[in-house]
């Protein structure tokens, strides 16, 4: 293969590379997100990273892990703006007396552009 970072029309000779990440598929429930946020990378590397995120009543996300089910590439760059991402979630809240945690998952599709 004469490309680079995985592709046949990759250029060798280009400076650096610019990657975004596409959030936006959220699993907990019956909760929607009130405050997205796509991760925007300088990672080496592309796939889809599966966050597991732990959320309390207010909305806020707790806890953020990358690496669940579904991940197609493990690389530490990508898990750590995952996670970051995830972290930076907002939910909305539930009506709920106690400090009620809930688990889901944020899908992420990190890709590199030039």
């Given at each position: 293969m004469e490309g680079d970072k995985g592709s046949d029309l990759g250029d060798l000779n280009v400076d650096n590379y610019i990657a975004?990440?596409?959030g936006g598929d959220y699993r907990l429930g019956n909760?929607?997100?009130?405050?997205?946020?796509?991760?925007?990378?300088?990672?080496e590397e592309e796939g889809i990273v599966v966050v597991r995120i732990c959320v309390n009543?207010?909305?806020?996300?707790i806890r953020a892990e990358a690496g669940s089910k579904g991940t197609t590439n493990p690389d530490p760059c990508l898990f750590k703006v995952s996670e970051e991402a995830a972290m930076d979630t907002r939910?909305?809240?539930?009506?709920?007396?106690?400090?009620?945690?809930?688990?889901?998952?944020?899908?992420?599709?990190?890709?590199?552009?030039?």
């Open positions: 975004t990440g596409k909760r929607r997100a009130l405050k997205k946020v796509n991760p925007i990378h300088d990672c009543s207010m909305g806020d996300v939910l909305d809240a539930i009506d709920s007396q106690s400090d009620n945690i809930q688990e889901g998952q944020i899908l992420n599709n990190l890709k590199m552009i030039r």
